[in-house]
T-cell receptor
Framework: DQQVKQNSPSLSVQEGRISILNCDYT??????FLWYKKYPAEGPTFLIS?????DKNEDGRFTVFLNKSAKHLSLHIVPSQPGDSAVYFC???????????FGQGTELSVKP | KAGVTQTPRYLIKTRGQQVTLSCSPISGHRSVSWYQQTPGQGLQFLFE???????NKGNFPGRFSGRQFSNSRSEMNVSTLELGDSALYLC????????????FGPGTRLTVT
């Protein structure tokens, strides 16, 4: 069963506009949620995380929102830049261990 | 600091053979996790090692095994290879300072023919 789902395989956005990537989960026991970015031929890179007791976390152009009642989180990138073009993975963690449960990924394309 | 390194980067094996992949974590990181990435299944957790002990395990058959050495370097082994084992195998290390923050290597691309 897919505990973490990213239903949009791709997203195209104009440079300077907002990118919104979405993620749904089924397990209410997750402690943390994270976003990773992946460029071709490289491993994923950590972007931003949020604790399950928070509803928002910001880091520069990146903001993650968590809606626990809907079991939904989203990543906002404002403003979007061409260098943001990559595959974005949502991930969830419980027991603060090293087992990350990943979504399928959303490929973001930011057009100049 | 040097990043996570994985060797080899590419590997071609035949069905039925076995393979060993190696991972060197970032210096000072004691946790090493392994993931399998395939187009159909995405990134799936294999196992995590911490201080030479397996701390977490994913839903993979017993043909997949791993170990960690006292210097935190880790290896994973796949025995009796199947065509479906063709994938990118990613290793990640973490210090545990930020929950879930893992540093990934570039991966080993395994092709089983």
């Amino acid at each position: 069963d897919q505990q973490v789902k990213q239903n949009s395989p791709s997203l195209s956005v104009q440079e300077g506009r907002i990118s919104i990537l979405n993620c749904d989960y089924t397990n209410s026991m997750f402690d943390y949620f994270l976003w990773y970015k992946k460029y071709p031929a490289e491993g994923p890179t950590f972007l931003i995380s949020i604790s399950s007791i928070k509803d928002k976390n910001e880091d520069g152009r990146f903001t993650v929102f968590l809606n626990k009642s809907a079991k939904h989180l989203s990543l906002h990138i404002v403003p979007s830049q061409p260098g943001d073009s990559a595959v974005y993975f949502c991930a969830a963690l419980y027991n603060q261990g090293g087992k990350l449960i990943f979504g399928q990924g959303t490929e973001l394309s930011v057009k100049p | 600091k040097a990043g996570v390194t994985q060797t080899p980067r590419y590997l071609i094996k035949t069905r039925g053979q076995q393979v060993t992949l190696s991972c060197s974590p970032i210096s000072g990181h004691r946790s090493v996790s392994w993931y399998q990435q395939t187009p159909g299944q995405g990134l799936q957790f294999l196992f995590e090692y911490f201080s030479e002990t397996q701390r977490n395990k994913g839903n993979f058959p017993g043909r997949f095994s791993g170990r960690q050495f006292s210097n935190s370097r880790s290896e994973m082994n796949v025995s009796t290879l199947e065509l479906g084992d063709s994938a990118l195998y990613l290793c990640a290390s973490s210090s545990g300072t930020v929950p879930g923050e893992q540093y990934f290597g570039p991966g080993t691309r395994l092709t089983v023919t």
